[in-house]
């Protein structure tokens, strides 16, 4: 390859040989799209036809009936019109949109500064705190699930029993699921406390990428640590802070393992739907597989929606470099 | 520019993919062997009935291995859906009497052969009644459960109780005698979960209440009825006065026999059979009664529970899963499912145990096709929370819940 490409290049360098140049030309254009199309094909295979039985199951009535007869009922775009039409729709989407903002802001601030702390403390005490952040990241969500569902037991839970003991309150026998607030916000903490990690490590992976006399530069020149966070540190982390929150944003819209074991499936109702919970809901339990395959799709769109911004914005950035 | 913007909506659209899809596995099929999905009660009610049975099938078909899989009740439907899309269905499947009609109307389920099997004509008319459909059989009844009281001895002799309650309002008074006598923390008198709606819906039967009825054709929700809302004001000041169990949690998490069995309980509510796992400390000192109504000399109406074993259409060897089915509801296992304190299938095996006594006087929920959506939508469930933590009162919640009902048991 590397000896035709050359011979290509080299025959560029004659001007008599045009033909023969328009064909190297050619080749030379087409090298790349030919490599990257064994990995076309594998994508089309492992996410194209499943999207493409999506879309199809979308148009389509599929309940029970047809699921045993492996036969759906065409019905156009009923299933979408239904579900745009349904008020729980609208509800759901709205407060997994604050859900999601909540859940991600705390997670990057969260994980921002745990990643500064780790620059600043000494290297045993970074080394501890780097294996702790390591056994959360390898946590199983379900594991974690039921450690919260132990910690919050009403009558038993270690988390009542603290409470009360530091004189914070009366929590000796406090509710954790009595609410919808109250089931999401422990969600909240499961899964802040779950992603927190990831994003800490790869902060304080970027950290090392700033240049320490430009700090040193700004102390010098009178800026308090917050300006110096502000002025020097922030804008060379911004890439890996825009892809660590895009990434978040997408994990935390579809979430669905941890509130739904959380809240568990006997307290799950329209009032405290998530997304990915309404999708499982209307999908699975009430088997319309059809209306099931037409929200994920929806779902899709706004996420796809979401990262085209968050892709462009990439694409941008290695531009500039 | 334009590639630009190509290029970001394919990775836009990878990226939301890999949000949106989820995966699952399937079982590889084993010739030769016949898969039972039971629920987990006979696991740890009875697991000696299901050995018998399956030694009873061998016997009969030598080679032939039974794969019993236990599954829990909370998402054995959402198995069951994907074995029937793709595959590796059981053969033979326990369905709960309320699930029945939503899969049988579906198509999900092989008729039987009514004849073939033990006690037939003498089958529980309720339960016969939920494994039939369109003329033919379906199911076959398994057994019944009725809803009764466990209760200490000990601890009613050391509270003074010399009789057992026959009311509703003697009971509410021995709860607190029974909890002036046990102070210790966590102790319930009565223990149920405040979302238990089988006790709940009880207490609307007895006040004359019903969960929903039909009226010209269609299902309207009838939980905000005079009768129904005084069922189920009875139903919170009981459980205020009685239990300490989660106002938001039914009566699985844990266990009421595990509370019983911590000696945290004076009395649990439950199928009879909960006497199997009271605990080694307290077998002695265990007995059972008939939970009392309002009105002096009528029990209050319990659930009649029950499951049915169907084979599935989707079964290779649907003869067989009929096979494995005679052999656990024969007459012998049914005698020995009553002897665990089960209701048997058939009425000509009927005793007169408590449990059996217990169900003399009992309710079900409304025979529409969408019922189990009414169930699995948790609506009966979140009503009792907001009634009990306060956040509605007992008319609002019941008029939410009622219009709930009515558009879920109406829908295609």
Same mark, same amino acid.
């Given at each position: 390859?590397?000896?035709?490409?050359?011979?290509?290049?080299?025959?560029?360098?004659?001007?008599?040989?045009?033909?023969?140049?328009?064909?190297?030309?050619?080749?030379?254009?087409?090298?790349?799209?030919?490599?990257?199309?064994?990995?076309?094909?594998?994508?089309?295979?492992?996410?194209?036809?499943?999207?493409?039985?999506?879309?199809?199951?979308?148009?389509?009535?599929?309940?029970?009936?047809?699921?045993?007869?492996?036969?759906?009922?065409?019905?156009?775009?009923?299933?979408?019109?239904?579900?745009?039409?349904?008020?729980?729709?609208?509800?759901?989407?709205?407060?997994?949109?604050?859900?999601?903002?909540?859940?991600?802001?705390?997670?990057?601030?969260?994980?921002?500064?745990?990643?500064?702390?780790?620059?600043?403390?000494?290297?045993?005490?970074?080394?501890?705190?780097?294996?702790?952040?390591?056994?959360?990241?390898?946590?199983?969500?379900?594991?974690?699930?039921?450690?919260?569902?132990?910690?919050?037991?009403?009558?038993?839970?270690?988390?009542?029993?603290?409470?009360?003991?530091?004189?914070?309150?009366?929590?000796?026998?406090?509710?954790?699921?009595?609410?919808?607030?109250?089931?999401?916000?422990?969600?909240?903490?499961?899964?802040?406390?779950?992603?927190?990690?990831?994003?800490?490590?790869?902060?304080?992976?970027?950290?090392?990428?700033?240049?320490?006399?430009?700090?040193?530069?700004?102390?010098?020149?009178?800026?308090?640590?917050?300006?110096?966070?502000?002025?020097?540190?922030?804008?060379?982390?911004?890439?890996?802070?825009?892809?660590?929150?895009?990434?978040?944003?997408?994990?935390?819209?579809?979430?669905?393992?941890?509130?739904?074991?959380?809240?568990?499936?006997?307290?799950?109702?329209?009032?405290?739907?998530?997304?990915?919970?309404?999708?499982?809901?209307?999908?699975?339990?009430?088997?319309?597989?059809?209306?099931?395959?037409?929200?994920?799709?929806?779902?899709?769109?706004?996420?796809?929606?979401?990262?085209?911004?968050?892709?462009?914005?990439?694409?941008?950035?290695?531009?500039?470099? | 520019?334009?590639?630009?913007?190509?290029?970001?909506?394919?990775?836009?659209?990878?990226?939301?993919?890999?949000?949106?899809?989820?995966?699952?596995?399937?079982?590889?099929?084993?010739?030769?062997?016949?898969?039972?999905?039971?629920?987990?009660?006979?696991?740890?009610?009875?697991?000696?009935?299901?050995?018998?049975?399956?030694?009873?099938?061998?016997?009969?078909?030598?080679?032939?291995?039974?794969?019993?899989?236990?599954?829990?009740?909370?998402?054995?439907?959402?198995?069951?859906?994907?074995?029937?899309?793709?595959?590796?269905?059981?053969?033979?499947?326990?369905?709960?009497?309320?699930?029945?009609?939503?899969?049988?109307?579906?198509?999900?389920?092989?008729?039987?052969?009514?004849?073939?099997?033990?006690?037939?004509?003498?089958?529980?008319?309720?339960?016969?009644?939920?494994?039939?459909?369109?003329?033919?059989?379906?199911?076959?009844?398994?057994?019944?459960?009725?809803?009764?009281?466990?209760? +200490? *001895?000990?601890?009613? %002799?050391?509270? /003074?109780?010399?009789?057992? &309650?026959?009311?509703?309002?003697? @009971? #509410? $008074?021995?709860?607190?005698?029974?909890?002036?006598?046990?102070?210790?923390?966590?102790?319930?008198?009565?223990?149920?979960?405040?979302?238990?709606?089988?006790?709940?819906?009880?207490?609307?039967?007895?006040?004359?209440?019903?969960?929903? +009825? *039909?009226?010209?054709? %269609?299902?309207? /929700?009838?939980?905000?009825? &005079?009768?129904?809302?005084?069922? @189920? #004001? $009875?139903?919170?000041?009981?459980?205020?006065?009685?239990?300490?169990?989660?106002?938001?949690?039914?009566?699985?998490?844990?266990?009421?026999?595990?509370?019983?069995?911590?000696?945290?309980?004076?009395?649990?509510?439950?199928?009879?059979?909960?006497?199997?796992?009271?605990?080694?400390?307290?077998?002695?000192?265990?007995?059972?009664?008939?939970?009392?109504?309002?009105?002096?000399?009528?029990?209050?109406?319990?659930?009649?529970?029950?499951?049915?074993?169907?084979?599935?259409?989707?079964?290779?060897?649907?003869?067989?899963?009929?096979?494995?089915?005679?052999?656990?509801?024969?007459?012998?296992?049914?005698?020995?499912?009553?002897?665990?304190?089960?209701?048997?299938?058939?009425?000509?095996?009927?005793?007169?145990?408590?449990?059996?006594?217990?169900?003399?006087?009992?309710?079900?929920?409304?025979?529409?096709?969408?019922?189990?959506?009414?169930?699995?939508?948790?609506?009966?469930?979140?009503?009792?929370?907001?009634?009990?933590?306060?956040?509605?009162?007992?008319?609002?919640?019941?008029?939410?819940?009622?219009?709930?009902?009515?558009?879920?048991?109406?829908?295609?």
């Amino acid at each position: 390859m590397a000896e035709t490409e050359g011979a290509a290049v080299a025959a560029g360098a004659w001007p008599r040989r045009r033909r023969r140049l328009t064909a190297g030309r050619f080749f030379r254009a087409s090298v790349p799209y030919a490599l990257i199309l064994p990995v076309l094909v594998a994508i089309g295979a492992v996410l194209g036809y499943p999207l493409y039985n999506l879309v199809r199951l979308s148009l389509q009535h599929y309940g029970l009936f047809e699921l045993i007869q492996h036969k759906g009922q065409a019905v156009g775009l009923r299933n979408f019109s239904s579900i745009l039409h349904d008020g729980i729709f609208w509800h759901t989407l709205a407060r997994t949109v604050v859900f999601t903002a909540v859940n991600v802001c705390l997670t990057m601030a969260i994980g921002t500064a745990v990643a500064l702390l780790l620059v600043r403390v000494s290297t045993w005490a970074r080394l501890l705190l780097t294996s702790g952040l390591v056994l959360v990241w390898a946590t199983p969500a379900v594991v974690a699930v039921q450690v919260w569902i132990w910690m919050t037991n009403f009558q038993n839970g270690i988390v009542n029993y603290t409470l009360t003991r530091l004189h914070i309150g009366n929590y000796s026998e406090h509710d954790w699921y009595a609410t919808t607030f109250s089931q999401l916000g422990l969600a909240t903490t499961l899964i802040v406390w779950g992603a927190v990690p990831f994003v800490a490590i790869s902060v304080y992976a970027a950290l090392a990428q700033v240049p320490r006399d430009l700090e040193e530069a700004a102390e010098i020149d009178g800026a308090r640590p917050w300006r110096v966070f502000r002025d020097v540190t922030l804008p060379i982390l911004r890439p890996v802070l825009l892809i660590l929150t895009s990434l978040s944003i997408i994990w935390d819209f579809g979430v669905f393992t941890q509130p739904y074991l959380l809240i568990g499936q006997g307290h799950i109702h329209p009032g405290n739907y998530l997304m990915g919970i309404y999708l499982f809901e209307e999908g699975y339990i009430k088997t319309e597989f059809g209306r099931g395959a037409a929200i994920s799709l929806l779902m899709l769109a706004m996420v796809a929606l979401l990262s085209v911004v968050y892709v462009r914005k990439m694409v941008r950035l290695g531009d500039e470099e | 520019m334009r590639h630009r913007v190509v290029a970001a909506a394919a990775v836009a659209v990878l990226l939301g993919l890999v949000a949106a899809t989820a995966s699952a596995s399937p079982q590889r099929a084993q010739a030769n062997k016949l898969t039972v999905w039971l629920q987990v009660d006979a696991q740890s009610g009875w697991p000696d009935i299901v050995a018998a049975a399956n030694q009873q099938f061998q016997k009969d078909h030598p080679g032939y291995t039974v794969d019993v899989q236990y599954q829990n009740w909370t998402d054995h439907l959402q198995k069951f859906d994907a074995t029937l899309a793709g595959g590796n269905s059981p053969d033979v499947i326990e369905m709960g009497n309320t699930e029945m009609t939503k899969y049988m109307a579906a198509g999900a389920f092989s008729p039987l052969d009514k004849s073939s099997f033990d006690n037939a004509p003498q089958w529980l008319s309720g339960l016969a009644k939920s494994g039939a459909y369109g003329g033919k059989t379906y199911g076959v009844p398994y057994y019944a459960g009725s809803r009764v009281a466990t209760y +200490r *001895t000990d601890l009613f %002799k050391k509270a /003074g109780i010399k009789k057992l &309650p026959a009311t509703l309002a003697e @009971l #509410t $008074a021995d709860a607190k005698k029974l909890a002036a006598k046990n102070k210790g923390k966590g102790f319930s008198p009565v223990y149920f979960g405040g979302e238990d709606w089988y006790v709940a819906m009880a207490f609307v039967y007895d006040f004359g209440g019903t969960i929903a +009825r *039909t009226h010209s054709g %269609k299902w309207v /929700g009838a939980l905000d009825s &005079p009768q129904a809302v005084k069922g @189920l #004001t $009875a139903y919170k000041n009981f459980f205020l006065a009685s239990s300490r169990a989660s106002k938001t949690n039914d009566s699985t998490n844990p266990n009421p026999y595990d509370v019983y069995a911590q000696g945290n309980a004076g009395v649990i509510i439950g199928p009879s059979w909960f006497s199997c796992c009271v605990g080694v400390k307290y077998k002695t000192a265990t007995a059972q009664f008939v939970l009392p109504g309002h009105v002096k000399g009528q029990a209050l109406p319990g659930f009649l529970g029950g499951s049915d074993l169907a084979v599935p259409v989707t079964s290779k060897s649907a003869s067989l899963g009929a096979d494995w089915i005679k052999d656990f509801t024969g007459t012998s296992a049914e005698r020995a499912l009553q002897a665990k304190g089960n209701i048997p299938n058939a009425t000509n095996l009927l005793g007169s145990s408590i449990n059996e006594r217990a169900a003399a006087r009992s309710w079900f929920v409304p025979t529409a096709k969408h019922w189990v959506d009414v169930e699995n939508g948790n609506i009966l469930k979140n009503m009792l929370g907001q009634i009990l933590t306060g956040k509605l009162t007992v008319k609002q919640a019941a008029a939410s819940a009622s219009d709930n009902i009515t558009s879920v048991l109406n829908g295609s």
